[in-house]
Protein backbone atom coordinates (compact mmCIF):
# COMPACT_ATOMS: atom_id res chain seq x y z
CA UNK A 1 0.00 0.00 0.00
CA UNK A 2 3.01 2.64 1.02
CA UNK A 3 4.35 1.65 -2.41
CA UNK A 4 1.11 2.36 -4.17
CA UNK A 5 0.92 5.63 -2.41
CA UNK A 6 4.26 6.69 -2.97
CA UNK A 7 3.85 5.91 -6.93
CA UNK A 8 0.82 7.98 -7.06
CA UNK A 9 2.45 11.28 -4.95
CA UNK A 10 5.61 10.84 -7.32
CA UNK A 11 3.17 10.93 -10.21
CA UNK A 12 1.42 13.91 -9.24
CA UNK A 13 4.63 15.88 -9.17
CA UNK A 14 5.59 14.87 -12.27
CA UNK A 15 2.15 15.87 -13.86
CA UNK A 16 2.69 19.26 -11.47
CA UNK A 17 5.88 19.82 -13.38
CA UNK A 18 4.94 18.83 -16.64
CA UNK A 19 2.14 21.59 -16.06
CA UNK A 20 4.14 24.20 -15.07
CA UNK A 21 6.74 23.83 -17.75
CA UNK A 22 4.10 23.87 -20.41
CA UNK A 23 2.61 27.04 -18.87
CA UNK A 24 6.26 28.74 -18.82
CA UNK A 25 7.33 27.57 -22.33
CA UNK A 26 3.91 28.99 -23.52
CA UNK A 27 4.36 32.57 -21.71
CA UNK A 28 7.76 33.01 -21.88
CA UNK A 29 9.41 31.43 -25.17
CA UNK A 30 6.08 31.59 -27.22
CA UNK A 31 4.89 35.13 -25.53
CA UNK A 32 1.28 33.22 -25.09
CA UNK A 33 -0.81 34.82 -22.32
CA UNK A 34 -2.17 31.90 -20.38
CA UNK A 35 -3.85 31.15 -16.75
CA UNK A 36 -4.97 28.42 -14.88
CA UNK A 37 -8.52 26.89 -15.60
CA UNK A 38 -11.01 26.26 -12.69
CA UNK A 39 -9.78 22.37 -12.38
CA UNK A 40 -11.44 19.41 -11.52
CA UNK A 41 -13.32 17.98 -8.10
CA UNK A 42 -14.88 14.75 -6.98
CA UNK A 43 -18.71 15.02 -7.65
CA UNK A 44 -20.96 15.17 -4.81
CA UNK A 45 -22.18 11.87 -5.74
CA UNK A 46 -19.44 9.56 -6.63
CA UNK A 47 -21.53 6.77 -7.52
CA UNK A 48 -24.31 9.16 -9.17
CA UNK A 49 -24.65 9.39 -13.16
CA UNK A 50 -22.72 11.84 -13.35
CA UNK A 51 -19.69 10.00 -11.86
CA UNK A 52 -16.36 11.07 -12.53
CA UNK A 53 -14.10 14.02 -12.15
CA UNK A 54 -16.62 16.92 -11.78
CA UNK A 55 -15.84 20.62 -11.77
CA UNK A 56 -14.67 22.74 -9.27
CA UNK A 57 -16.57 25.77 -10.38
CA UNK A 58 -20.11 26.45 -8.03
CA UNK A 59 -22.16 25.39 -11.33
CA UNK A 60 -23.24 21.65 -10.89
CA UNK A 61 -24.24 21.23 -14.51
CA UNK A 62 -21.05 23.07 -15.78
CA UNK A 63 -20.69 21.97 -19.87
CA UNK A 64 -16.87 22.10 -19.55
CA UNK A 65 -16.03 20.57 -16.51
CA UNK A 66 -12.33 22.43 -15.39
CA UNK A 67 -11.61 23.66 -18.36
CA UNK A 68 -12.48 26.84 -18.38
CA UNK A 69 -11.42 30.23 -16.20
CA UNK A 70 -12.74 30.98 -12.89
CA UNK A 71 -10.48 32.71 -10.41
CA UNK A 72 -8.77 34.26 -11.87
CA UNK A 73 -11.02 35.46 -14.87
CA UNK A 74 -9.64 35.43 -18.87
CA UNK A 75 -8.94 38.95 -18.72
CA UNK A 76 -5.73 37.92 -15.85
CA UNK A 77 -4.07 36.02 -18.80
CA UNK A 78 -0.36 36.68 -19.08
CA UNK A 79 3.06 35.95 -20.26
CA UNK A 80 4.98 37.18 -16.78
CA UNK A 81 7.02 34.22 -15.98
CA UNK A 82 6.13 35.48 -11.86
CA UNK A 83 2.86 35.14 -12.40
CA UNK A 84 2.73 31.90 -13.96
CA UNK A 85 5.10 30.28 -11.30
CA UNK A 86 2.78 31.89 -8.68
CA UNK A 87 -0.02 30.54 -10.17
CA UNK A 88 1.04 26.69 -10.88
CA UNK A 89 2.75 26.82 -7.44
CA UNK A 90 -0.27 27.08 -5.90
CA UNK A 91 -2.43 25.34 -8.12
CA UNK A 92 -0.15 22.22 -9.70
CA UNK A 93 -3.30 20.58 -11.13
CA UNK A 94 -4.78 23.64 -12.52
CA UNK A 95 -5.23 22.73 -16.32
CA UNK A 96 -3.67 25.40 -18.61
CA UNK A 97 -5.46 28.10 -20.54
CA UNK A 98 -4.58 29.64 -23.49
CA UNK A 99 -6.54 33.49 -23.90
CA UNK A 100 -6.71 33.27 -27.78
CA UNK A 101 -6.99 36.15 -30.41
CA UNK A 102 -5.04 39.46 -30.02
CA UNK A 103 -1.22 38.85 -30.49
CA UNK A 104 -1.99 35.23 -29.47
CA UNK A 105 -2.83 31.66 -31.68
CA UNK A 106 -6.66 31.37 -32.30
CA UNK A 107 -8.23 27.80 -33.45
CA UNK A 108 -10.35 26.43 -34.92
CA UNK A 109 -12.03 23.14 -33.19
CA UNK A 110 -14.66 20.09 -34.62
CA UNK A 111 -15.97 17.22 -32.55
CA UNK A 112 -13.22 14.49 -32.08
CA UNK A 113 -14.28 11.86 -34.53
CA UNK A 114 -14.56 14.60 -37.15
CA UNK A 115 -11.02 16.00 -35.99
CA UNK A 116 -9.64 13.03 -37.14
CA UNK A 117 -11.47 12.51 -40.19
CA UNK A 118 -10.12 16.43 -40.87
CA UNK A 119 -6.80 15.80 -40.39
CA UNK A 120 -6.77 12.64 -42.74
CA UNK A 121 -8.67 14.95 -45.41
CA UNK A 122 -6.45 17.90 -45.31
CA UNK A 123 -3.47 15.62 -45.42
CA UNK A 124 -4.56 14.55 -48.76
CA UNK A 125 -4.75 17.68 -49.94
CA UNK A 126 -1.62 18.85 -49.19
CA UNK A 127 -2.73 21.37 -46.85
CA UNK A 128 0.26 22.20 -44.38
CA UNK A 129 -1.17 22.32 -40.76
CA UNK A 130 0.45 23.93 -36.99
CA UNK A 131 -0.58 22.63 -33.90
CA UNK A 132 -3.55 20.66 -33.13
CA UNK A 133 -4.66 19.79 -29.52
CA UNK A 134 -6.87 16.95 -28.76
CA UNK A 135 -9.14 16.08 -26.14
CA UNK A 136 -11.63 13.29 -25.58
CA UNK A 137 -14.30 15.37 -27.15
CA UNK A 138 -12.78 17.91 -29.44
CA UNK A 139 -9.72 18.56 -31.60
CA UNK A 140 -8.52 21.92 -32.56
CA UNK A 141 -6.33 23.77 -35.46
CA UNK A 142 -4.62 26.69 -33.77
CA UNK A 143 -4.21 29.20 -36.24
CA UNK A 144 -2.51 32.66 -36.70
CA UNK A 145 -4.35 35.57 -34.63
CA UNK A 146 -7.43 37.13 -36.75
CA UNK A 147 -10.02 39.14 -35.89
CA UNK A 148 -13.57 38.84 -35.31
CA UNK A 149 -14.51 41.25 -38.62
CA UNK A 150 -12.08 39.39 -40.74
CA UNK A 151 -13.66 36.12 -39.84
CA UNK A 152 -17.51 37.35 -40.43
CA UNK A 153 -15.62 38.16 -43.73
CA UNK A 154 -14.61 35.53 -44.42
CA UNK A 155 -17.88 33.06 -43.45
CA UNK A 156 -20.16 35.68 -45.23
CA UNK A 157 -18.16 34.85 -48.25
CA UNK A 158 -19.12 31.01 -47.48
CA UNK A 159 -22.26 29.48 -49.52
CA UNK A 160 -22.47 27.06 -46.62
CA UNK A 161 -19.97 25.76 -43.80
CA UNK A 162 -19.96 22.61 -41.45
CA UNK A 163 -22.43 23.11 -38.65
CA UNK A 164 -19.54 21.10 -36.32
CA UNK A 165 -17.19 24.23 -36.38
CA UNK A 166 -16.29 26.57 -33.87
CA UNK A 167 -14.07 29.64 -33.71
CA UNK A 168 -11.87 30.49 -31.00
CA UNK A 169 -10.46 34.18 -31.67
CA UNK A 170 -10.27 37.59 -28.99
CA UNK A 171 -12.23 37.35 -26.24
CA UNK A 172 -11.91 33.02 -26.45
CA UNK A 173 -9.92 30.36 -24.65
CA UNK A 174 -8.64 26.96 -25.22
CA UNK A 175 -7.37 24.41 -23.06
CA UNK A 176 -3.54 23.21 -23.65
CA UNK A 177 -1.62 19.64 -23.35
CA UNK A 178 -0.91 18.12 -20.53
CA UNK A 179 -3.64 19.60 -18.79
CA UNK A 180 -6.49 17.22 -17.62
CA UNK A 181 -9.97 18.23 -17.57
CA UNK A 182 -13.64 16.77 -16.84
CA UNK A 183 -13.66 15.14 -20.57
CA UNK A 184 -10.08 13.28 -19.73
CA UNK A 185 -6.44 13.97 -21.09
CA UNK A 186 -5.77 16.87 -22.72
CA UNK A 187 -2.72 15.98 -25.64
CA UNK A 188 -0.66 17.33 -29.03
CA UNK A 189 -2.20 15.53 -31.78
CA UNK A 190 0.34 17.91 -33.61
CA UNK A 191 2.92 19.18 -31.61
CA UNK A 192 4.36 22.97 -32.14
CA UNK A 193 7.01 23.29 -34.55
CA UNK A 194 8.91 26.23 -34.91
CA UNK A 195 8.60 28.53 -38.08
CA UNK A 196 10.01 26.56 -41.76
CA UNK A 197 9.24 23.24 -39.94
CA UNK A 198 5.25 21.56 -40.19
CA UNK A 199 3.57 20.07 -37.31
CA UNK A 200 3.62 16.29 -39.45
CA UNK A 201 7.66 16.74 -39.30
CA UNK A 202 7.47 18.03 -35.66
CA UNK A 203 5.13 14.43 -34.99
CA UNK A 204 7.74 12.15 -36.44
CA UNK A 205 10.45 13.76 -34.52
CA UNK A 206 8.55 13.57 -31.19
CA UNK A 207 7.64 9.54 -31.99
CA UNK A 208 11.67 8.70 -32.57
CA UNK A 209 12.29 10.50 -29.11
CA UNK A 210 12.68 13.69 -30.03
CA UNK A 211 10.96 16.95 -28.54
CA UNK A 212 9.19 19.58 -29.74
CA UNK A 213 11.19 22.13 -30.42
CA UNK A 214 10.78 25.73 -28.28
CA UNK A 215 10.64 28.56 -31.29
CA UNK A 216 7.98 29.96 -32.06
CA UNK A 217 5.95 27.67 -33.37
CA UNK A 218 4.37 28.37 -37.01
CA UNK A 219 0.66 28.76 -37.24
CA UNK A 220 -1.49 28.76 -41.13
CA UNK A 221 -3.40 31.60 -41.73
CA UNK A 222 -7.54 30.56 -40.92
CA UNK A 223 -8.73 31.22 -43.94
CA UNK A 224 -6.67 28.81 -45.72
CA UNK A 225 -7.65 25.83 -43.13
CA UNK A 226 -11.61 27.30 -43.57
CA UNK A 227 -10.95 26.81 -47.11
CA UNK A 228 -9.42 23.54 -46.79
CA UNK A 229 -11.90 22.47 -43.96
CA UNK A 230 -14.61 23.28 -46.28
CA UNK A 231 -13.43 21.12 -49.36
CA UNK A 232 -12.63 18.59 -46.80
CA UNK A 233 -16.06 18.03 -45.81
CA UNK A 234 -17.96 18.39 -48.77
CA UNK A 235 -18.80 15.16 -51.31
CA UNK A 236 -20.08 13.08 -48.45
CA UNK A 237 -23.04 10.49 -49.05
CA UNK A 238 -26.16 11.82 -49.54
CA UNK A 239 -25.11 15.13 -49.65
CA UNK A 240 -24.32 15.64 -45.96
CA UNK A 241 -20.77 16.59 -44.48
CA UNK A 242 -18.17 14.69 -43.88
CA UNK A 243 -16.95 16.32 -40.91
CA UNK A 244 -20.81 16.57 -39.55
CA UNK A 245 -20.81 15.04 -35.69
Same mark, same amino acid.
Given at each position: ?REI??????L???????R???????A???????????G?A?P?D???????L?C?C?????AVPGA????????A??? %? @???????W???PA???????GG?A??????????????????D??????GP????????????????? @??????LY?KDW??S?????? @??G????PPS???????R?E?????LG?????????R??GG????????L? %?? @??????L??????A???G????Y
Amino acid at each position: MREILGRRRRLRRKEATARLDAALTCATVWQWPVLPGVGTAQPADPYGESAGLGCACPEPDCAVPGAHPFDPGLLAATT %D @ERMVRWWWSNRPAAPVLLATGGRAPCAVSLPAVAGARALSALDALGMRLGPVVATPTRWSLLVAPYTL @ERLGELLYAKDWVPSSLRFHG @EGGYLVLPPSRTGAGQVRWERPPAPLGTSASVASRGRAEGGAPAPAAPWLP %DV @EAVLDALVEASTGAPGGGSRLAY
